[in-house]
């Protein structure tokens, strides 16, 4: 079975989120469907969207899984952003969250540390 995943993130100022998840990500957005939407492409068949919808900004909740988190968390300081938590789960799972202006919740996920 073939899965595509779009995962949405509600947000109150288009030009502003495009900024801020550029800056996130590392790059611009793979493309634009229209004028209030903007996608960039993670992996294969896995999106992450932000679309116009101000009555709901701020309530959505992401964790993606990386095989080089300490790699991205480095790059994403160089863009200027820092996470507002980083935390260690007993099994020796990170993770480290970030909150767009609109205060959604990007968690970044990793394994334990060799």
């Given at each position: 079975m073939d899965i595509d995943l779009f995962a949405g993130v509600p947000?109150?100022?288009h030009d502003r989120a495009v900024e801020w998840y550029a800056q996130?990500?590392?790059?611009?957005?793979s493309f634009h469907p229209n004028d209030v939407e903007a996608v960039w492409e993670l992996a294969e068949h896995r999106y992450l969207f932000t679309e116009v919808l101000p009555d709901h900004a701020?309530?959505?909740?992401?964790t993606v899984f990386l095989g080089d988190l300490e790699e991205w968390v480095?790059?994403?300081?160089?863009?200027g952003l820092e996470p507002v938590t980083r935390e260690t789960y007993e099994n020796g799972v990170r993770k480290v969250t970030y909150r767009d202006p609109d205060g959604n919740e990007i968690g970044l996920g990793g394994g334990p540390l060799d």
């Open positions: 947000v109150s100022d996130l990500l590392g790059r611009p957005p701020g309530h959505a909740r992401h480095a790059g994403i300081a160089e863009r």
